[in-house]
C-alpha cells in the first residue's frame, strides 16, 4: 500500500481554539498551502493561495483505500478538506500524533522530533509561529498596513516563500517520525477506537444558547452587585484586588493574612469573624467562581447548530491512553446536588436575577451547578446517560483475582459503601443511610488500591474526614489485610519491570501481562492486546535513595507537568496505569459496540456516555447491558452501570 503524507496550512477569522469544526465554518475560511508525498518521494507544496491546484494523483488519491493517508493531528487535515471533499473517507487515514503518544512520545511534532534527537534536517522549522501569526490569522487594520484585516501572499512575497518551506518542513518531520514508529503502530482495533472518537467529536453535543447567555448576562450583574457591597463595606477602590482586600483584612484582623486562595478564605470562615468581615469574605467566595467561565468556552464553541465540537482528546493520558477534555472541559464540570433543578433552570431560562436572589443565597453556586443542564438534547430526542460503577475498583480485583472482591461485585454490593461502613462503623446505604459516606468510602478504596497510604488518604480528602493519623492508618492495614492479592499485585509487576529492564522477559501469571523491553522500550502487553510503553527504562534510584525503575516522559505531577524528563515509578504506580488503561480499553470496547448497536455518542466524561437518542428508540437498560457485555480479553470482569434518561445532561 502506498502512503501519501500530508500537512495544510489554513486560514480562518474563527479561533482554532474552539474547535476545528468551529473554525473551518468561518465563510473565509480556506487551505492556503499543501504540502504531501507520496512514500519517499520529494515533498511538494501546492500553493493554493496563488492558483495553484491540487494534481490529479492526490485528488484520486485522497478516495483511493490503496494508500493511506497519513498526517499529525489528522483530525485536521480530515475536516479542513472535507470542506473541499465533503465524502473524504476518513477510514483511510492514519494519524501519526496517535501513533506518537502509543509510543509514548510528547502531543507535538516540535516536542516529539526533539525527543527522538534527529539531526538539524528533520526538526521542525521554527519560524513557522511567527508566519501562522502573519498569514493565518486575521491582523489588525493601521495605516502601515492601509488598513486591511487580513495578510496575503503579495503583501509578504519574501516571508510567503519561506512559509510554503516550512509547510513542506513539517511533513519532513511527520514523515521521519513515522517511518522510526510504523513498526509500533497500535493494533487494528486500535484504528476503529480512533474512528469512533472522530464520530463522537463531530457529532458534538448540543448547547442551550438561551441558558448560557442568560447565565452569562446574569453572572455579570450579581458580581456587580456584590462588587458594590463589597466597596460599601471595605471603602475600597477595588474589592476585587487581592493586595486591596488583604490589606484591609489585616487592618480588621490585627494579624497578617498569608492568602486570600479559596481554602485560605474557606478556612478563615470558620472561626470567631466581625460580621463585616465574614460578609466580605462570603462576598469573596461567591465572586470567585471559575466554573462561570465555562459558559463562555460553550458559547464561543458552539458552531452554527448550536452543538459543540471536538471536545475529546484521543489517546490524551501518557501510556494509560485515557480520553482528554478539550475546549468545556467536560471532564472537571461542577457536580449539581440541587433538589431542584427544573426550578433554577427555568429561572435563567427567564432571566430573572430579581427572583433567583430571592429564592438562592449564592445565585452563582446556582448558575455553577447548572452548567451541565446547558447540554441539552435536541426536539424529538433525549439523553440516555450511563456510567460504569466503580470500574477502576472492578478492574484491579479482577486483574489481581482477590476473589472476596470480585464476589461482591458479582453480588451487587457496592464497594465503596462496604468500605465507609468499615472506616465509620455505621451501616451505608447508597442513596440511602448515611450515603454521604459513601464518597468517602470511595477515596479509601481509591487511595489504598495502589500501594498508598496516610499520604494519598489525605491527597484526597480524607484529612478532611475528623480521622486521626493512628485512624488512617487502621483503615490502611485493614485495608491491606482484606485484599493480600492486590497487594502481591503489586510486588509482581514491579519485579517483572525490573526483570524486563535487567533483560529477563518476565510473563505475570495472573491475567498474562507480559513485560518486554525492545527498542530501547518497556513494553507491558495488556490482556486487550495493546502495550503501555515506558521509554528509555533503566533501573536506578529514586528520590527517596530506593531502587527504583526509571524511565523517559511527560511528568504528570505538579513539579513535572508537561516537562519531558526522567521519571521514576513503582509497583503501586505501575498497577494504577495497568487498571487505568484497562478500564480504558473497558471502555473503548463499550462504545464500539453501542456504536454497532446504532446508539449515537454525543459525549462522554471519565466513565460515562452520553447517548443522544429519539424518543422512543433504545432505552436505559439496553444502553446498560450493551456497555457490560465483556471481551474475550475481560472474560470474568464483572461490570455494572448505572444511569438515568433525560432533556439534558446533569449529575444524577
Known amino acids: ?154 503583501d509578504a512575497p519574501d516571508k510567503w516563500e519561506i512559509f510554503k518551506e516550512y509547510n513542506r518542513q513539517d511533513v519532513v518531520v511527520e514523515r521521519a517520525i513515522r517511518d522510526k514508529l510504523v513498526n509500533l503502530r497500535p493494533p487494528d482495533f486500535e484504528h476503529e477506537n480512533w474512528l469512533i472518537d472522530q464520530a463522537i467529536n463531530r457529532n458534538g453535543i448540543m448547547v442551550n444558547q438561551a441558558l448560557v447567555d442568560n447565565a452569562i448576562r446574569l453572572s455579570g450583574e450579581y458580581r456587580e452587585k456584590l462588587l458594590a457591597r463589597a466597596m460599601e463595606i471595605t471603602g475600597l477602590d477595588n474589592p476585587n484586588s487581592p493586595l486591596q482586600v488583604k490589606g484591609w483584612l489585616e487592618e480588621k484582623l490585627g494579624r497578617a493574612v498569608d492568602s486570600l486562595s479559596k481554602a485560605a478564605v474557606a478556612d478563615m470562615l470558620t472561626g470567631d469573624l466581625p460580621e463585616d468581615v465574614r460578609e466580605m469574605l462570603t462576598i469573596r467566595q461567591k465572586i470567585s467562581k471559575s466554573s462561570i467561565k465555562k459558559y463562555d468556552a460553550m458559547r464561543n464553541a458552539a458552531c452554527q447548530d448550536s452543538r459543540i465540537r471536538g471536545m475529546f482528546q484521543f489517546y490524551g493520558a501518557a501510556r494509560t491512553g485515557r480520553f482528554a477534555g478539550r475546549i468545556v472541559q467536560l471532564q472537571n464540570l461542577p457536580r449539581n446536588s440541587m433538589p431542584d433543578l427544573d426550578l433554577a433552570r427555568s429561572m435563567v431560562l427567564d432571566g430573572d436575577l430579581d ?131 492486590i497487594v502481591k499485585l503489586w510486588a509482581d509487576v514491579e519485579n517483572a519491570a525490573m526483570n524486563a529492564v535487567s533483560g529477563i522477559p518476565t510473563t505475570i501469571k495472573q491475567k498474562n501481562l507480559h513485560l518486554h523491553v525492545e527498542d530501547d522500550a518497556l513494553y507491558i502487553e495488556l490482556p486487550s492486546g495493546r502495550h503501555l510503553v515506558y521509554l528509555h527504562p533503566h533501573l536506578g534510584q529514586n528520590r527517596f535513595g530506593s531502587d527504583a525503575i526509571l524511565y523517559t516522559g511527560l511528568g504528570g505531577s505538579k513539579t513535572t507537568a508537561g516537562r519531558w524528563g526522567t521519571l521514576e515509578t513503582y509497583g503501586g504506580k505501575l498497577s494504577e496505569n495497568l487498571v487505568q488503561a484497562i478500564a480504558r480499553d473497558c471502555l473503548c470496547a463499550a462504545m464500539k459496540r453501542l456504536t454497532d448497536a446504532g446508539y449515537k455518542i ?38 455494572n452501570a448505572d444511569g438515568f434518561e433525560a432533556k439534558y445532561y446533569q449529575k444524577d
Open 355 to 485: 427572583t433567583m436572589e430571592l429564592c438562592y443565597d449564592d445565585v452563582q453556586d446556582v448558575l455553577s451547578q447548572l452548567i451541565r443542564t446547558a447540554l441539552e438534547a435536541p426536539p424529538g430526542k433525549r439523553f440516555i446517560v450511563a456510567d460504569f460503577s466503580a470500574i477502576e475498583a472492578r478492574v484491579i480485583a479482577w486483574l489481581a483475582g482477590e476473589e472476596w472482591e470480585m464476589k461482591a461485585f458479582a453480588e451487587g454490593k457496592d464497594i465503596y459503601c462496604a468500605t465507609a461502613s468499615a472506616m465509620f462503623g455505621v451501616p451505608v446505604v447508597k442513596h440511602g443511610v448515611n450515603g454521604e459516606l459513601r464518597q468517602k468510602g470511595k477515596v479509601a478504596v481509591l487511595a489504598c488500591g495502589y500501594g498508598g497510604g496516610i499520604g494519598a488518604l489525605k491527597a484526597m480528602g480524607a484529612d478532611k474526614m475528623g480521622l486521626t493519623d493512628d485512624e488512617l492508618q487502621t483503615v490502611v492495614r485493614k485495608w491491606r489485610e482484606a485484599s493480600p492479592h
Open 1 to 154: 500500500m502506498r502512503t501519501l503524507a500530508i500537512d495544510l496550512e489554513t486560514y480562518s477569522s474563527n479561533d482554532i481554539k474552539y474547535s476545528v469544526y468551529k473554525y473551518v465554518e468561518a465563510p473565509d475560511f480556506e487551505i492556503l498551502l499543501f504540502a504531501y508525498a507520496f512514500d519517499d518521494d520529494p515533498v511538494r507544496v501546492v500553493d493554493l493561495a496563488q492558483g495553484e491546484t491540487l494534481p490529479d494523483d492526490v485528488k484520486s488519491a485522497l478516495y483511493d483505500k490503496d494508500v493511506l493517508k497519513t498526517a499529525f493531528n489528522a483530525n485536521f487535515e480530515i475536516n479542513c478538506l472535507k470542506k473541499y471533499f465533503p465524502d473524504l473517507p476518513e477510514e483511510q487515514w492514519e494519524c501519526d500524533r496517535i501513533l506518537s503518544l502509543y509510543n509514548s512520545y510528547p502531543p507535538h511534532l516540535a516536542a516529539v522530533a526533539k525527543a527522538m534527537h534527529f539531526d538539524e534536517d528533520r526538526q521542525k522549522d521554527t519560524r513557522g509561529k511567527a508566519l501562522i501569526r502573519y498569514f493565518c490569522l486575521p491582523c489588525k487594520p493601521t495605516k502601515a498596513n492601509g488598513g486591511r484585516t487580513r495578510n496575503y501572499p503579495k
Open 602 to 639: 454525543c459525549a462522554h466524561i471519565h466513565d460515562e456516555v452520553i447517548l443522544e437518542m429519539p424518543e422512543g428508540k433504545g432505552g436505559l437498560d439496553d444502553a446498560v447491558h450493551i456497555m457490560c457485555q465483556n471481551e474475550p480479553w475481560n472474560d470474568g470482569l464483572v461490570m
